[in-house]
C-alpha cells in the first residue's frame, strides 16, 4: 500500500538554496523556491496532458518539480553565477531535468563538498573502488549561468524527482 506524505515534513524541511557569486561587487538577487507535483493526465483520445500543482501531500512514485525563480533587483548585471539546491534524501533525482543551453550543470553525491559534469560523477563502492554514480547518488545541483542576468530581468531553475 503506497502511503502519501506531507510535503512539509518529507520535502521542504531539505529544500535550501544557495545563490553563490564569484564577481564583485555582491548582487542584489530575488530567490523565490517552489516546490509542485506533477500531475498527468490521458485524455480520451491517448494524448496526455501534464499540469503543476502545489506539493501539499505526494505519494512514493509521484514527480515532484523543484523551481528556483530570481530576479536581479540590482542596477548591475549578475555575472559569474553558480547557483546550488539540494535533492532531498527522500527524492531521486530524474536524469537530464536540470539541463540548460545557458549554464554549466554539476553534480554532487557528497552532500555538496565536490561537483562533476553528470558523466563523470563518481562514488565510492563497498569495496573502495570508485564507481558511476546512480541518481539517487545526487545531493545536490549546481548552475553556473553563461551569461549574466540584466537588471530587472527574470530566471528559474528547476529539477524533477520522484519521491521514493
Known amino acids: 500500500m503506497r502511503r502519501s506524505k506531507p510535503l512539509s515534513r518529507l ?76 535533492v532531498p534524501e527522500v527524492i531521486t533525482y530524474i536524469e537530464g531535468s536540470a539541463e540548460r543551453d545557458d549554464a554549466v550543470v554539476t553534480y554532487s553525491a557528497d552532500a555538496g563538498q565536490s561537483y562533476a559534469a553528470r558523466n563523470a560523477l563518481r562514488v565510492t563502492s563497498e569495496d573502495g573502488t570508485k564507481v558511476p554514480a546512480l541518481a539517487d547518488d545526487i545531493t545536490h545541483v549546481k548552475w553556473t549561468l553563461k551569461t549574466p542576468i540584466s537588471p530587472g530581468q527574470k530566471d528559474t531553475l528547476a529539477f524533477k524527482g520522484k519521491l521514493k
Not at 561587487?25 to 500531475?39: D, G, N, R, Y
Open 11 to 86: 520535502v521542504r524541511a531539505a529544500l535550501t538554496a544557495t545563490v553563490l557569486s564569484a564577481a564583485l561587487p555582491v548582487f542584489a538577487l530575488t530567490a523565490t523556491q517552489s516546490v509542485e507535483k506533477e500531475i498527468q493526465t490521458q485524455g480520451a483520445d491517448g494524448t496526455v496532458a501534464v499540469r503543476y500543482a502545489p506539493a501539499t501531500l505526494v505519494t512514493p512514485g509521484e514527480t515532484i518539480i523543484y523551481r528556483l525563480d530570481i530576479e536581479n533587483d540590482g542596477t548591475e548585471p549578475a555575472a559569474d553565477l553558480r547557483l546550488v539546491m539540494p
